[in-house]
């Protein structure tokens, strides 16, 4: 299985790049842009239920605006809400390794996604949401995405692609 992923921690241990020239080692990577999205309430039977919808409607657009333009081909676009912490990897050559030549040419273009919820971490500082998502090419494709306060800001940290 085919991992798509952006963690600066992890990211060249894992994917094997040499950041400093962002050279893949082995397969090379890639990500979605947005069209669709659904929400499907799984009933949480919690006070924080409204906190985490609230959390949602404020993550889910800048989602889908990386996704669209995952979906276009736009790396300067794609990585705009991505955090500060990313920048060391947030360039036109990742991009291409990770989204262009890897994601695209297995997935395809992203089509539409459906929430998880109970699968997602809402919190203040580092936001987890789990989608299925469908693709072009491949209609099951669990899509993880990790977001991280930056300033008082939440800005993505990773978006991930799995086969299911």
Known sequence: MLVYSLCLTSFAHVYGFDLPGIVKKEKEETAPAAKESKTEEAPKATASSSSSDSQLGTLEPILDKALAAYNKGDPKAFWADFSKQMSSITTKETFDALYVQGAKKEFGNFVSKVIKKD?????ADT?????????????????SVNFIKDGNDLKLMQIRFDKI
């Open 119 to 123: 699968e997602c971490s809402f919190n």
């Open 127 to 143: 936001p987890l949401l789990i989608y299925v998502g469908e693709f072009e090419k491949n209609k099951k494709v669990k899509i």
